[in-house]
């Protein structure tokens, strides 16, 4: 049992939330006190000598998300309850390495008689390996239709290597934990590369979220898009959990905008535009490709990465949260985020949804424009939305863009932007746009940046932004001129 660790909210043992005992010697059938952990999310038996049969209870774990029974002596029939949560996305099961186990009852009773074993070996073999070679196909196509919309050999490699390290392997991998990249969701990440060349970050777990891990892990495990992390890998062996993921070279947006990093050259607008546009496409993702749709929680530039050729990957899912409603809504009994970052009707009301994404985005829309953090801290501290809605106000845009860019931009075009970014912040939250119409807007900007000269403003519309603001920024209403994010032009420069 010494390599027992739990999460727990308190001393009650109903408040559990993550148990791992693998390699622990247990013997014995699993213990009906499991029953009782209402609030467990991650369960780990694996690789010990449990027997008997897989018990039904374990499906009705309303929290549980991660169930690893893997390379046990269990037997029997498997709960069709469990089969179907793990079919349907909601639990991870692990179950291989019990080879007295059994998926339907015609093979249990077939393993109980244990008569005709050449027949039982082929009927059990043959359709396994078919099934197997139609999995195989299956993966293959997906994967080459994905890989057309991958830039490079390397994106499409992060999609097919998604396998299970071992802590030594890690270590390995990692030259010994030698070079700290920075900190994650939830623990230190590592530079590794692996035996074939590739770099990666390896994510450690701090082992105050496990929580966190496997949402991340989950998550991580089913997006697969050019403009989010990929991930490679994990590691649950022991106590050392972890995380594999593509290695982003240049560092965070974050370090970019406030030349965190030295010997960074600031980004030109036409970069930032880019930059703009991918991570929303990324966001974009979460929101409609996703089934279920997945809300960020924690947009940030810390949370943007970029490759060698300044490309843009939405990082770091660990507060991610999945919505099987309608309306893309939860109440949620924590608010969670990044000060600066967080939307206020979130913080007011609890109540989460894509549109709490938006205002995030909106934000780091802000920090790209002017190259400010999201809270000056002065005599006095003043939002970015605060900052740049005051000057836009007194009508003039130079007043706002970031001065490192020594004026190397398209003023009409950082004026719609500014738009684009102050529609995103909009109070109540159903006045902003979603993810698609932002990333179509920020689409048009870019390509009106690419073709300087060819731009004319055909129209003027003044629109009222802020109507409420809500308690955390409060400040007075303006009129400034400024394209509705339906409208494909915005103000004209004053």
């Not at 996305?89 to 244990?114: D, P, Q």
């Not at 390995?172 to 969701?185: C, P």
């Not at 649950?236 to 406030?258: C, F, N, P, W």
């Amino acid at each position: 049992m010494s390599k027992q660790w739990w999460q727990s909210k308190d001393s009650g043992v109903s408040r559990i939330t993550a148990v791992n005992i693998s390699h622990g010697s247990l013997t014995g059938e699993i213990s009906t006190s499991f029953a009782n952990l209402n609030e467990i999310q991650y369960l780990d038996l694996s690789y010990n000598k449990l027997t008997g049969s897989i018990p039904a209870f374990l499906a009705y774990l309303p929290s549980l998300k991660y169930l690893d029974l893997a390379n046990n002596e269990l037997s029997g029939l498997v709960p069709s309850s469990l089969l179907t949560k793990s079919q349907s996305g909601s639990l991870t099961l692990r179950i291989e390495g019990n080879r007295n186990v059994c998926f339907n009852a015609t093979s249990c009773e077939a393993k109980r008689k244990k008569t005709a074993p050449t027949i039982i070996v082929i009927s059990c073999v043959v359709p396994v390996v078919l099934l197997l070679m139609l999995a195989v196909l299956c993966i293959l196509r997906k994967q080459r239709a994905r890989g057309r919309h991958m830039r490079g050999s390397k994106e499409y490699a992060f999609q097919i290597d998604n396998r299970r390290f071992t802590y030594v392997e890690l270590k390995k991998i990692t030259k010994n934990f030698g070079r700290v990249l920075g900190k994650g969701g939830f623990g230190i990440v590592y530079y590794g590369h692996l035996e074939n060349g590739i770099e990666v970050a390896v994510k450690m777990l701090s082992r105050t979220s496990p929580e966190e891990f496997v949402t991340e892990a989950q998550h991580l495990s089913r997006v697969h898009h050019r403009n989010l992390v990929s991930m490679i890998g994990y590691c649950i062996d022991g106590e050392h959990l972890a995380l594999v993921s593509e290695y982003m070279s240049q560092g965070t947006l974050k370090e970019h905008l406030r030349a965190e990093s030295r010997g960074v050259r600031p980004l030109s607008w036409e970069q930032r535009l880019r930059i703009a546009l991918e991570a929303s496409q990324g966001l974009e993702y979460l929101h409609t490709g996703c089934k279920p749709p997945l809300i960020h929680r924690d947009v940030k530039t810390a949370n943007i990465l970029l490759n060698e050729r300044l490309e843009a990957k939405i990082s770091d899912f660990g507060l991610s949260k999945a919505f099987e409603d309608d309306d893309h809504s939860h109440v949620s009994t924590k608010v969670v985020g990044t000060p600066g970052y967080l939307d206020p009707e979130y913080y007011v009301k609890n109540q989460l949804s894509e549109k709490s994404d938006v205002y995030g985005f909106g934000v780091v829309l802000l920090e790209l424009i002017t190259g400010q953090p999201p809270i000056q801290t002065g005599s006095e501290k003043i939002h970015i939305v605060e900052w740049v809605y005051e000057r836009l106000a007194k009508g003039n845009v130079e007043d706002v863009v970031d001065k490192s860019l020594q004026g190397e931009y398209d003023v009409n075009c950082a004026w719609k932007v500014a738009c684009v970014a102050l529609n995103c912040a909009m109070q109540p939250s159903t006045k902003r746009p979603t993810m698609t119409e932002v990333a179509l807007q920020l689409k048009e900007r870019l390509a009106l940046q690419s073709n300087l000269g060819k731009t004319q403003l055909e129209d003027k519309n003044t629109l009222k932004l802020f109507q409420e603001h809500g308690e955390m920024y409060p400040i007075r209403p303006f009129e400034i001129e400024c394209a509705s994010i339906s409208d494909k032009d915005g103000p004209s420069a004053r």
